[in-house]
């Protein structure tokens, strides 16, 4: 097996990954043992037969004295196991070992809270509508600050074009306008007072649905959880609050967080609305690149920020594990679940970041870790890691952000990661999320899914009753080796640079913690793409679409990524087009 995942198919295929996956088999028992008296195990529910059969699925070789041997007494462990899946366990409740990204004996560099923007004058206020729509974040705070443009004002903008243009893109769950009206005004009043609330004054966002916002209907795209309203607001939800953010509604996501399908369709792509946006982070990225929203939250487990972003052309942000709390957010998989910002312009992930960093002791994987950032910094001289091969296989716009970093000043370093069979990682989100969602499996809710594909959630959750426990831990090691050889290869780098799915970097990244910012960086011409980016079968049309190329950076520096991120967009000018249907 070698590392190299080409496909999202290859990163979130469903199946469990036993010993076979982890790289060596385990050798035929060569000692022999007495067999155990007939009536020993006669009356067991799980005879040597059954074991016999098992072996192949476990890949373990047991002499017939052993499997004899062992099915003794093993009945009390399935009741033990029963008594245990019978305690009710919510979502909410974190496994007692969490994962913690940072190694022992590793120092990371204490940063004081704050974001500099480039300051790149905002200039005039647009006379048209739909341009106060697509610009940036950053400037529409000036705007504001300034009082050319009020809040309120925006907030109808936006209100006016979820009206028109969410019928083709199903990129809202639920639209939240009398909570938007209310939450602008409070901050038009406010700014009359003289009082900013904070970085994203007045500034209208969605919401991502499995984060929870009191008395809104939050149903993590799934039939079971259709009319669940949240009782109390996510940390995230006060944060985004307290810092002046208004809220429009709530985004889509695949149900459960997988893919762009949930109980009421199919979230699109506003450069192709006959493809979908991908996902999970599926209504976040649409709406954000079709203008509905100033910015969307979004969150990743294994891609849902990156791949969404790339298929729409948005630029997303997927911060270091831990920076932002979880609290209130429906939980997958709790050693990969992040939240981060889905924005149009660099600038303004590090704007959105600077107001959801910060450590909440109730989310259990929560770090105190102070972020700051400068965007308009200089990069000459940054220390950017490349692998060659990476751009041979890449596209013409992931070779075009290669050059555009090059032409910055940047010096080039050749990177790689070793060689090691890092899909048998996978197993760590395959089980977590089916110990979360275990009731749906065992009482047979998982059929109520809206996609039963083999690679949907509710095959790989059958399957993952099947990861040996033995295996699990021994790639649990393997995921420590991961992070140890990582923050070697990182080692003296500003950032990475490369194709968003290159070699494993993503799904190593995720496993490690890593930060990775997916930039906009070109167009090409395809027909409509399945959501692992294969062509739809019967599709012939082809559409101009947008793609990104990633950044990454050693874990909690994302400042120095973002400023190089921001010199590539501004070199390359891709950023500020706009879907033509919803221009």
């Known amino acids: 097996m070698t590392r190299h995942v080409s496909t999202r198919r290859d990163l979130l295929k469903g199946g469990a990954v036993a010993a076979v996956a982890a790289g060596t088999a385990v050798p035929a028992f060569a000692r022999q043992t007495e067999a155990p008296a007939a009536a020993d195990v006669a009356e067991q529910a799980v005879s040597p037969d059954t074991l016999s059969c098992a072996e192949t699925l476990f890949d373990v070789r047991y002499t017939e004295a052993e499997?004899?041997?062992?099915?003794?007494?093993?009945?009390?462990?399935?009741?033990?196991?029963?008594?245990?899946?019978?305690?009710?366990?919510?979502?909410?409740?974190?496994?007692?070992?969490?994962?913690?990204?940072?190694?022992?004996?590793?120092?990371?560099?204490?940063?004081?809270?704050?974001?500099?923007?480039?300051?790149?004058?905002?200039?005039?206020l647009p006379g048209e509508d739909a341009d106060i729509a697509f610009a940036p974040v950053w400037k529409q705070a000036e705007w504001i600050r300034s009082g050319a443009l009020s809040a309120r004002r925006l907030t109808e903008i936006y209100l006016d074009r979820i009206a028109r243009h969410n019928g083709r893109l199903n990129a809202f769950v639920t639209v939240t306008p009398e909570i938007a009206r209310a939450q602008a005004d409070h901050c038009d009043r406010a700014l009359a007072e003289g009082r900013l609330l904070g970085p994203l004054h007045g500034i209208p966002y969605g919401?991502?649905?499995?984060?929870?916002?009191?008395?809104?209907?939050?149903?993590?795209?799934?039939?079971?959880?259709?009319?669940?309203?949240?009782?109390?607001?996510?940390?995230?939800?006060?944060?985004?609050?307290?810092?002046?953010?208004?809220?429009?509604?709530?985004?889509?996501?695949?149900?459960?967080?997988?893919?762009?399908?949930?109980?009421?369709?199919?979230?699109?792509?506003?450069?192709?609305?006959?493809?979908?946006?991908?996902?999970?982070?599926?209504?976040?990225?649409?709406?954000?690149?079709?203008?509905?929203?100033?910015?969307?939250?979004?969150?990743?487990?294994?891609?849902?920020?990156?791949?969404?972003?790339?298929?729409c052309g948005a630029t997303g942000l997927r911060p270091s594990f831990g920076r932002v709390p979880r609290t209130g957010a429906m939980a997958l998989c709790w050693s990969l679940d992040k939240i981060g910002p889905i924005a149009r312009s660099v600038e303004d992930t590090g704007l959105v970041l600077s107001v959801i960093n910060g450590h909440d002791p109730m989310d259990p994987g929560s770090l105190d870790m102070g972020f700051e950032a400068d965007t308009g910094a200089d990069v000459r001289g940054m220390r950017v890691g490349w692998n060659p091969a990476w751009f041979e296989n890449g596209t013409d716009a992931d070779r075009a952000t290669l050059e555009a970093a090059r032409a910055a000043g940047v010096e080039l370093v050749e990177f790689s990661l070793p060689d090691r069979p890092y899909d048998a990682l996978l197993a760590t989100v395959e089980a977590e999320s089916a110990a979360a969602f275990e009731h749906l499996t065992l009482g047979g809710e998982d059929d109520t899914l809206v996609w039963q594909d083999p690679e949907a959630w509710p095959n790989t959750w059958r399957r993952a009753r099947f990861i040996s426990a033995v295996d699990?831990?021994?790639?649990?090691?393997?995921?420590?080796?991961?992070?140890?050889?990582?923050?070697?290869?990182?080692?003296?780098?500003?950032?990475?640079?490369?194709?968003?799915?290159?070699?494993?970097?993503?799904?190593?990244?995720?496993?490690?913690?890593?930060?990775?910012?997916?930039?906009?960086?070109?167009?090409?011409?395809?027909?409509?793409?399945?959501?692992?980016?294969?062509?739809?079968?019967?599709?012939?049309?082809?559409?101009?679409?947008?793609?990104?190329?990633?950044?990454?950076?050693?874990?909690?520096?994302?400042?120095?990524?973002?400023?190089?991120?921001?010199?590539?967009?501004?070199?390359?000018?891709?950023?500020?087009?706009?879907?033509?249907?919803?221009?």
């Open 67 to 124: 499997r004899a041997q062992a099915v003794i007494e093993i009945d009390e462990w399935i009741a033990r196991t029963a008594q245990q899946r019978a305690v009710e366990k919510p979502n909410t409740l974190a496994p007692a070992c969490m994962f913690d990204p940072r190694l022992p004996g590793t120092a990371y560099r204490p940063q004081p809270a704050g974001v500099r923007l480039s300051g790149t004058p905002a200039g005039a």
């Open 207 to 311: 919401m991502k649905d499995i984060i929870d916002v009191a008395g809104v209907a939050a149903t993590w795209g799934a039939t079971p959880w259709r009319e669940r309203v949240a009782e109390r607001d996510a940390r995230i939800a006060v944060m985004l609050r307290e810092a002046g953010a208004v809220l429009l509604g709530k985004t889509t996501n695949g149900a459960i967080a997988y893919g762009d399908r949930w109980f009421g369709g199919q979230t699109r792509n506003p450069w192709n609305p006959q493809e979908g946006s991908s996902g999970s982070s599926a209504g976040s990225a649409s709406a954000t690149a079709a203008g509905l929203v100033a910015f969307g939250i979004g969150t990743e487990t294994l891609g849902s920020i990156v791949s969404p972003s790339n298929r």
């Open 472 to 583: 699990y831990i021994n790639i649990d090691r393997f995921r420590r080796q991961v992070m140890e050889e990582a923050a070697a290869a990182f080692q003296g780098l500003d950032a990475v640079i490369g194709p968003n799915f290159a070699d494993a970097m993503l799904l190593v990244t995720n496993y490690t913690g890593h930060p990775q910012l997916a930039v906009r960086s070109g167009f090409s011409e395809q027909a409509s793409r399945t959501i692992f980016g294969g062509p739809q079968e019967g599709a012939e049309t082809r559409f101009r679409v947008p793609q990104t190329t990633s950044l990454w950076a050693p874990l909690f520096e994302e400042g120095r990524m973002l400023a190089l991120g921001r010199e590539i967009e501004r070199r390359l000018g891709a950023a500020a087009e706009r879907p033509p249907e919803f221009a």
